[in-house]
């Protein structure tokens, strides 16, 4: 008898003949009726409607049937939830069952039915069974806990079932444990900060027994749960580590990696001189490479994750290159990801074989892994110099192939060898040359283009080839086009006489007929260098470009500790944290690696990124007091007043300038006599008070200015960001060209600078007899500005202003008398700004940013309350240092952490970046993650305070998720605030 | 933890759906199938991630198996399970159909419903599960409770993959040593890369609870008794033992045993199972070698020229043995030459296939064919596949020897003697290319 026949029935009147049926007296009947049931169930037809003549199926004797009905039961309970409360009273008997198995059904199958009415009835039951004499009925009520958890978590809190979980921790099954250890885990994954999993040397003991006892599913559930203990010192993780390595060698690839995931933790702990961290790595190796023959799909979950552990520890695989070689008849999945693998286990040892093999992926049939093959080659030739000839010569051989995609990928790559490299191969820039016809990708494209114009000189015909390039300007992509203009910028510098029309071309097509602002900006600005000072323009832009590093795609150490924590899950497949595919709180805890036991081993330890290289700054501009009325009182208050206002400059020349004059800058500040010190300028007339401070030379030290520089073109943060110099505009008395240049930048880009709310009226003039004031707070110049409009009301005349402020949280205080010089008339109105400084006296106020005015004139003393908004606090100098920033951030604990939710807002990942520029808040970095960008910025506020930010902007998604990480949490919800005003303006 | 599961045929038709967790909607399902199934493009990794939920999935013939979550489960234990249910769906019905997946599906749902509790599995050993869930309906109601509380110790117990009280009249157990052998190798006959991953496949007859002790020419045992014992004998075993790169075993085998004294023991499943996997990649003995000679004559013709020598003793007979030679798509036409066996040209595969039916060690043998193209104004060029071979020989490549096999079993009366032992050992290839 075979069962396919139920899927069959299509005919009309189907659901009448199988109530029939259902109600039938014949058991036989009843039984295929239900089948017949469950098959259209399965193919998605809703049978919903036979649910009271299905349920009364459901007291039998007749396993099979019952289990039939069950399944129906827990598809359609909560479509009908009243007649599925008919269906407990058989639950609560079956749980009585002398059969183990059917009172672990009738427990299981509950667990499933997500009624709330039923659950009521389920906790009896579940209480019994999870001391049931049976294992097997054990270890289906403890999964059942977890079950009803999801249901109702308060309910399982308040029957005590997770005492009664715990204790099943230590039940005398294998299988009981592994369930509850389990059922614990998820359930502590949903309370973060409970300590529901107490785990302690005790308890570890006894899962590590367990383990060696249990399933192999079980074994992965108490792997995955010991992966979250931290061992108290490397002892216990030794000890550990010795009682997990024998899962090494287990046939379930699973709890291979589950091992692997606690060894690759709890090695951090261990001291790097003891013998047995050698051992361990040695051990770790061979496992790996078996995975590699289990079936397509469990190699790809397996490769993502070799992936992390090479970033993270690269001697385990050092030697085990051979094992990556990729085979004719692998899926394309498992080519790409070993190319990778490949591409970061190279090293002069090996690089002969693996050169010999990548050519031979070249020619391959699938398009993405020949391209994937021919940018491993010139990743080779960057990494192992030895090797870079070869590189050369065998990109060479692949253009000569003529296959359009190879010679464009070959392309690419030779610029980046040219970047590493210079003057070495420039011999076959003909070669490439030739090509340049069949180039139609954007990132070919602009890479030849680079390519002609930084070697201008030794191209006979470079303007002509330019030129052609030029034809169909406004048709090629952004990246064309800057590299077309800055190329050609190039060729003129370096041929001026025959290139004149060229360049004047290019950039008219740039700045005039572009509404491109990027391309504009840095259009005007090589205009105004070329028309002002050509000798300095050559400085800026044939500058020598720094190296370009050896390892790319390189996941951010951050990101991969907490990669290596989730190793064998998907976090780890996608390369992604939980949180980033996880919805609600589950799983967003991040994960960190326990610290190095070993004192003195900065280099390895996880708290360095050792990517970069780039020495450790200590973060020490985050004072370590978590309590903010401290923070905000013991502050050092000082910097802002005593050297006068930060020079706004740096930001905003950093800003124009950063990403298109690369390094250039450098020479550029370095020659002082060339440029002069700039003087600032604010716009404020009203503010004598402040002096004007022109910036010593010392302020814009090259050095300074440099290394800025080099971290943002290095880290390709803020590309072409629009200068934020609207609010202090530059006046250059000897070459006034920079000034022009500068206002034609806010001109043409967008008007940018602090974002000021517009003005309110802080004091009525029923309340202040006849006085009314309106008023916003602005930022500019690196001045904090008070904005007024005194309005008189009154009959009579007003004289004698002066004003006060009461302590508040951030040291607000006039830094001059308020200047109403003429007595205001009746009707009469005067703008006022009055510049505060912040080294006022402290008090925390609620909310944080309330400050209390007092208004004096010649007819009473007037009080009001104003709220400012805390963006005015940001300083100019908030850009953290990409390093400081990860250091900083992993520094903070996570209950530091805030997250808010911004609505509507329609920018762009990069306009909002810009915005955000404008009031003081710096992106640092940014990422992309399918299709979401993350953005990094820093804010560092006038008494010091640094807050720390990620926003996440998903295209076409008007929400946006800020999430808000600083050593006072207080400040969190006002910053919010800010970004929330600064966007949505 | 997995949220759902689905069973799909060919053309995206549910045929299994069991949802697990509230989070896993019927979308889901319609997600699956029109992404993944139906998607133009080949699948490019065997996780996909719709709308913020995943899917692993695997295909076995034509049917799709997926699984679906919305959490950060174990992505490795994902795919163990879906190979173990396709283990178990063959234990229990043969081949995966979708003939036999519909004609079965209570069966399936019933197993679902037993080896996946809230998205977690549980125990999937087939032995355990054939006894208390049979494709006659479920035994149960005949059961005695000594016969049921014996189902449920199993299932949770510590030796879930045995029942207490199997009884044979003759206590036999056949070992089979099963190799593949992998190559790359250059076409100047440079290995590239070259490894053994063995089995050792057990078929276990015997009767009662017996404890095994499993022993192999392993180099590390052996020199560990090499330097314990008499040192004239070091040398000589020294030469006849492998070095095993890495090996897994089967869950009856005690694994902290093995990494303490790296000794085998255990306590074997009845019938056939897998007892240890391997794999070594030194001092392989390669049975065959692959000499390929390719010459362009003109835009139009190719010819090839492939010798292949066998590298063993000439005693032995190797079998079943296949030399594939590819072709570029545009032949026209083919004429083959080969002293031994039956050669063709296979326009379907676009490949020259010659099959021989056995050659004994250390003979040579060749093929010459002229191959005929048309003229193609296609740039591409052909990327020129590797050679493949296949073959079977009856000794193991990697020079893997049973040492011996010792059963205890202190409760009944039989002792090591008086169980029957078979060994056999066959080589086979892997992935065995020689680029040309």
């Not at chain 1, 090996?350 to 491993?376: G, P, S």
């Not at chain 1, 030794?458 to 303007?463: G, K, L, M, S």
């Not at chain 2, 045929?9 to 299994?16: A, D, P, R, S």
């Not at chain 2, 697990?20 to 029109?34: K, L, Q, T």
Request: aromatic fraction near 8%.
């Amino acid at each position: 008898m075979t069962d396919s026949k139920y899927f069959t029935t299509t005919k009309k009147g189907e659901i009448f003949e199988l109530k029939a049926e259902l109600n039938s007296d014949k058991k036989e009947k009843k039984k295929e009726a239900v089948k017949k049931v469950i098959a259209s169930m399965t193919v998605g037809k809703d049978v919903s409607a036979l649910f009271p003549d299905v349920v009364n199926c459901m007291q039998t004797d007749n396993l099979e049937l019952k289990k039939l009905v069950y399944l129906y039961l827990m598809n359609y309970a909560k479509s009908q939830p009243d007649m599925a409360i008919m269906a407990v009273n058989t639950f609560v008997k079956d749980c009585e069952d002398p059969n183990p198995l059917i009172r672990a059904l009738a427990v299981r199958t509950m667990g499933c039915i997500r009624v709330d009415k039923i659950t009521e009835y389920l906790c009896e039951p579940l209480r019994k069974c999870l001391k049931d004499e049976d294992p097997y009925v054990r270890k289906t009520a403890a999964v059942c806990v977890a079950k009803l958890h999801d249901i109702n978590a308060q309910l399982v809190e308040d029957q005590g079932f997770l005492d009664t979980l715990k204790d099943l921790i230590s039940d005398s099954n294998p299988m009981v444990v592994a369930n509850a250890v389990a059922a614990l885990s998820e359930i502590a994954e949903s309370h973060p900060n409970s300590n529901l999993l107490d785990l302690n040397p005790q308890t570890i003991n006894k899962l590590l027994t367990a383990l060696n006892e249990c399933t192999e599913w079980g074994q992965i559930f108490i792997l995955d749960c010991l992966a979250n203990y931290t061992p108290r010192d490397d002892r216990e993780s030794q000890s550990i580590c010795e009682r997990v390595t024998p899962r090494l060698s287990h046939a379930n690839s699973a709890v291979v990696l589950s091992a692997v995931k606690v060894l690759m933790k709890f090695m951090e702990m261990l001291p790097k001189d003891l013998d047995y961290y050698g051992t361990l790595l040695k051990k770790l190796a061979p496992p790996l490479v078996t995975l590699l023959s289990a079936e397509p799909e469990l190699q790809y979950v397996a490769l993502r994750n070799i992936n992390l552990i090479v970033q993270r520890r690269p001697e385990i695989l050092k030697h085990e290159m051979k094992v990556f070689f990729v085979k004719y008849n692998d899926p394309i999945y498992v080519k790409l990801e070993k190319l990778d693998i490949m591409i970061r286990l190279a090293s002069q040892a090996n690089i002969a074989q693996v050169l010999a093999e990548l050519k031979e992926y070249a020619t391959e049939v699938d398009v993405d892994f020949v391209r994937k093959a021919v940018r491993a080659i010139g990743r080779c030739a960057i990494k192992v110099e030895q090797s870079a000839e070869r590189c050369v010569s065998t990109l060479l051989d692949l253009i000569q192939t003529k296959v359009n995609y190879v010679v464009q990928e070959a392309i690419v790559v030779i610029k980046d060898i040219f970047r590493k490299y210079p003057n070495k191969y420039e011999s076959v820039i003909a070669t490439l040359c030739e090509n340049l016809d069949s180039l139609d990708e954007p990132e070919a494209r602009a890479a030849m283009i680079w390519i002609v114009g930084e070697y201008a000189e030794r191209i006979d015909n470079a303007d002509e080839l330019l030129e052609s390039f030029l034809e169909g300007f406004h048709d090629e992509s952004t990246q064309v086009q800057l590299q077309l203009l800055t190329a050609i910028v190039k060729l003129f510098l370096k041929k001026p006489t025959e290139t004149q029309e060229l360049v004047q071309q290019v950039l008219s097509l740039a700045t005039q007929d572009s509404d491109n602002p990027d391309l504009r900006d840095r259009g005007y600005i090589y205009w105004r260098l070329l028309s002002t000072d050509p000798v300095a323009a050559k400085e800026v832009v044939l500058a020598e470009k720094p190296l370009i590093s050896e390892e790319t795609d390189l996941i951010e150490p951050t990101l991969l500790e907490e990669l290596i924590c989730h190793i064998g899950t998907l976090a780890s497949v996608y390369h992604k944290p939980p949180s980033a595919f996880v919805e609600g709180s589950r799983g967003v805890q991040h994960k960190r690696l326990p610290g190095s036991a070993g004192s003195g081993e900065s280099v390895e330890s996880p708290d360095t990124g050792s990517a970069a290289g780039v020495p450790d700054a200590p973060p020490a501009v985050i004072p370590s007091q978590g309590d903010l009325l401290g923070d905000l009182l013991n502050l050092d208050l000082t910097p802002p007043a005593t050297s006068g206002p930060p020079p706004p400059a740096t930001s905003g020349l950093q800003l124009g300038a950063m990403d298109l004059l690369g390094g250039g800058l450098d020479s550029l500040m370095g020659d002082e006599s060339e440029p002069p010190p700039i003087p600032l300028r604010t716009d404020t007339p009203q503010s004598p008070q402040i002096p004007h401070h022109s910036p010593s030379p010392t302020d814009y030290s090259p050095t300074e200015l440099g290394g800025d520089l080099g971290g943002g073109s290095a880290m390709g943060a803020g590309f072409g960001a629009p200068p934020a110099a609207t609010a202090a505009p530059f006046s250059a008395p000897v070459s006034g060209g920079l000034d022009d240049l500068f206002d034609l930048g806010g001109g043409v880009g967008m008007p940018m600078g602090a974002y000021s709310p517009p003005k309110t009226v802080w004091l009525p003039a029923m309340k202040g007899k006849g006085l009314e004031i309106s008023g916003t707070f602005a930022r500019r110049g690196g001045v904090i500005q008070m904005e007024m409009t005194l309005t008189n009301k009154a009959m009579s005349v007003m004289t004698d202003f002066a004003i006060q402020f009461n302590r508040n949280s951030f040291g607000l205080a006039p830094a001059g008398p308020l200047q109403v010089l003429t007595p205001l008339s009746p009707n009469q109105s005067i703008e006022v700004s009055l510049p505060l400084s912040t080294v006022g006296p402290v008090m925390k106020m609620d909310p944080l940013n309330n400050l209390q005015v007092a208004v004096k004139n010649n007819i009473d003393v007037f009080y009001f309350s104003c709220q400012y908004p805390i963006s005015m606090l940001f300083v100019e100098d908030g850009k953290m240092e990409r390093q400081v920033f990860l250091a900083t951030w992993k520094d903070i604990p996570n209950d530091n952490e805030a997250q808010f939710q911004i609505k509507d807002c329609h920018l762009s990942s990069d306009a909002a970046s810009s915005k955000l520029q404008g009031s003081n808040i710096f992106t640092i970095a940014k990422r992309t993650v399918d299709g979401q960008d993350m953005l990094y910025q820093s804010v560092k506020l006038s008494n010091g305070i640094w807050v720390l930010a990620e926003l996440r902007v998903q295209t076409g998604n008007p929400i946006f998720t800020v999430c808000l990480k600083c050593r006072a949490p207080e400040v969190s919800q006002c910053v919010f605030q800010s970004y929330e005003a600064v966007l949505k303006n | 933890m997995i949220g759902g599961l689905f069973i799909y045929n060919h053309k995206g038709e549910v045929l299994i759906s069991r949802v697990y967790r509230d989070d896993i909607g019927r979308n889901a399902v319609d997600a699956f199938r029109v992404n993944v199934i139906h998607a133009r493009q080949q699948v490019r990794s065997p996780v996909t991630n719709i709308a913020r939920t995943s899917f692993f999935h695997v295909k076995r013939s034509n049917i799709w198996l997926a699984a679906v979550t919305k959490q950060n489960v174990n992505a490795a234990m994902v795919f163990e399970f879906l190979y173990k249910m396709c283990d178990v769906m063959t234990a229990y019905f043969g081949k995966i159909s979708e003939e036999n997946i519909k004609n079965n599906f209570v069966l399936i749902y019933e197993l679902l419903d037993e080896i996946l509790d809230f998205g977690y599995p549980q125990n999937s050993e087939t032995g355990a599960l054939k006894t208390f869930i049979t494709q006659q309906g479920i035994k149960g109601q005949c059961q005695t409770k000594e016969e049921q509380s014996q189902i449920t110790s199993q299932v949770t117990g510590q030796i879930g993959w045995r029942r207490e009280g199997i009884k044979y009249r003759r206590n036999e157990l056949f070992l089979d040593v099963l190799e593949s052998v992998n190559l790359l190798m250059s076409p100047q006959g440079q290995v590239l890369s070259a490894h053994v991953s063995g089995r050792v496949v057990m078929k276990s007859y015997l009767s009662g609870m017996p404890e095994c002790k499993f022993g192999m020419n392993d180099k590390i045992v052996i020199d560990k008794q090499g330097k314990g014992g008499a040192s004239d004998d070091a040398g000589k075993s020294g030469k006849q033992s492998i070095a095993i790169d890495d090996c897994t075993f089967h869950q009856c085998v005690r694994l902290s045993k093995f990494d303490s004294e790296r000794s085998i023991s255990f306590i074997p499943p009845d019938g056939e199972y897998e007892l240890m996997r391997y794999r070594t990649t030194k001092d392989i003995i390669l049975p065959f070698r692959v000499i390929p000679l390719v010459r362009e004559v003109g835009r139009t013709k190719l010819e090839v020229k492939v010798v292949i020598k066998s590298n063993f003793k000439p005693s032995l007979l190797a079998q079943k043995i296949e030399v594939r030679i590819p072709t570029p798509l545009n032949t026209s036409g083919v004429q083959v030459i080969c002293m031994k066996g039956k050669a063709k040209y296979k326009a379907s595969e676009n490949a020259i296939v010659w099959k021989i039916k056995r050659m004994a060690g250390m003979k040579e043998s060749q093929i010459s064919a002229e191959i005929e193209l048309l003229p193609t104004n296609d740039k591409k060029k052909w990327a020129r596949p590797p050679i493949s071979m296949n073959f079977e020989v009856p000794f193991a490549p990697s020079g893997l020897k049973v040492r011996y096999l010792k059963v205890f079993e202190s409760k009944l009366n039989y002792s090591d003697h008086d169980v029957i032992k078979w060994v056999r050992y066959i080589g086979r290839s892997g992935i065995y290319e020689t680029r040309c």
